[in-house]
């Protein structure tokens, strides 16, 4: 990491030092051997001012790539700063899904110059791609695919392949439609490699095509991609016509975007959309107070367990020392089981019904990890605390009770989240470490009270 930044760095002095003594050639001849993402990376380092300048020196069959990488805010800067025939360019260049994702992000202002400035193709199909709902494999398709026909041969399929796959987002798996449109089959690159020129697409492709539809929900994408190890899929409208495709590199968005959006849910945050330094300190603040308030009420009820339970302390003030032990064992705990259930639910090694057995699995793991625990926690209060042995009795047999306890608690909720259609995200180390707080101090002063007599 160290290295890729100082030679990021040393770009960024270079490009500044050509562009600073005008030397316009050799700056775009420095930008031809990269790869776009590290072309975006450097414009956007580059600075406001020297960004339109560096975008407009690239090569025109290189632009339309490196704006597709760049962070929305920088996309409305550039397009802000170009001529409608330079932003009209770029559209038409553009694959449509990097289009319509562009678009999503940009001011309502910004949107209508860009459309206005597409070509009526090129804009009926971005409007297409805008109805399709938010998340859904519509809305994260591209139409640029390769549509064979089954009565074409092998040397049919090569020479349409040749002269229509410049413009289309992949070449490697191609579809088989019929005269509507719709998908009637699979045939890759590798099948036409292996057989002769004059034997036809419909005795090679295969007619079991794993497929979705326009208005699934992309995370049910993500996880057709996870099972059958796809490298792009086709994606029909209700009447089974093939309208798009949906290649790797989306899926690789998706699962980034709704593996933070779990992560900001876990973490008791409202999700956002933005990059954090990106993000304004007063959206921040909103994104966090949500769920800090009803983390603080909820708590609350702790403070009220306490009270009712003075009179234990009173009797016996040495109780009161081992309850950020017993709340914080028991927190962690729950917080273990809530992550590894959400886990294995997000990639389908479980499921609601299997929760019966998720109880009796976690309970067990609480019976030996208590056991452990107890064991050792037994041996330091004896030492600790000689001639107290009822109380570190009482310790010990709270802290299994209390693990086993949130244990239950951190792999139901999530469950019940989902039967309820909540996301079980939100059933993660916050929530749980807040109710088992609780549960643990119930527990504990009951046995305290039963066994000390107090």
């Known amino acids: 990491m160290v290295d890729y930044e100082e030679e990021l760095d040393r770009y960024l002095d270079e490009i500044k030092e050509l562009a600073r003594s005008k030397q316009y050639a050799r700056l775009r001849d420095l930008f031809l051997p990269m790869e776009p993402a590290d072309i975006a990376l450097l414009l956007e380092e580059s600075g406001g001012e020297l960004m339109p300048l560096l975008y407009r020196l690239l090569p025109k069959e290189l632009a339309a790539d490196v704006f597709a990488f760049l962070e929305p805010d920088v996309q409305e800067h550039i397009i802000n700063s170009i001529t409608d ?8 260049d553009l694959f449509v899904d990097d289009a319509v994702d562009m678009l999503e992000e940009l001011p309502a ?12 193709e090129t804009r009926s199909l971005i409007n297409q791609f805008l109805k399709y709902p938010e998340n859904s494999a519509g809305s994260i398709m591209t139409a640029e695919y390769i549509g064979l026909k089954k ?23 191609c579809f088989v439609t019929d005269a509507q449109r719709r998908l ?23 007619e079991n095509v794993i497929k979705a539809v326009t208005t699934e929900d992309q995370e049910e994408v993500v996880d057709l991609f996870n099972k059958y190890d796809l490298m792009c899929l086709p994606v029909v409208d209700h009447e089974d016509r093939l309208v798009g495709i949906v290649t790797v590199d989306d899926v690789v968005d998706v699962m980034e975007e709704e593996a933070t959006e779990d992560i900001e849910k876990m973490a008791a945050m409202l999700p956002s959309d933005k990059p954090y330094l990106k993000t304004g300190i007063l959206e921040l603040a909103r994104n966090r107070i949500v769920w800090l308030t009803v983390l603080m009420l909820s708590s609350m009820i702790t403070g009220s367990i306490l009270t ?25 705990a729950g917080s273990q089981s809530s992550t590894t259930v959400i886990r294995a639910m997000t990639i389908g090694d479980v499921e609601p019904k299997d929760i019966l057995k998720i109880v ?36 010990v047999v709270s802290l299994v009770v209390t693990i086993i306890l949130a244990k239950t608690i951190g792999c139901t909720l999530p469950i019940l989240a989902q039967i309820l259609h909540l996301d079980p995200a939100i059933m993660a180390a916050p929530l749980i470490s807040t109710i088992v707080d ?14 000390l007599a107090i």
């Open 184 to 206: 009637e089959g699979v045939v890759t690159i590798k099948d036409l490699l292996m057989n002769p020129y004059d034997m036809k697409i419909q005795d090679i492709m295969d």
């Open 360 to 395: 009796w699995k976690e309970i067990r793991v609480a019976v030996v990890v208590g056991i452990i625990l107890a064991s050792l926690n037994f041996i330091r209060l004896m030492v600790q605390y000689p001639g107290e042995t009822m109380v570190c009795i009482t310790v």
């Open 438 to 451: 609780a549960c643990s101090l119930i527990v504990y002063f009951q046995i305290a009270c039963r066994l």
């Open 151 to 173: 009565y074409m041969n092998v040397e049919q399929a090569f020479a349409y392949i040749r002269a229509h796959g410049v413009d289309k987002e992949t070449i490697y798996t």
């Open 308 to 332: 009712h339970y003075e009179t234990a302390f009173a009797a016996l003030p040495l109780l009161v020392s081992f309850v950020p032990m017993l709340t914080g064992t028991g927190g962690n």
């Open 109 to 120: 202002t910004v949107v209508k110059r860009v459309m206005r400035t597409a070509g009526p």
């Open 85 to 92: 025939a330079e932003l009209a360019k770029i559209i038409e």
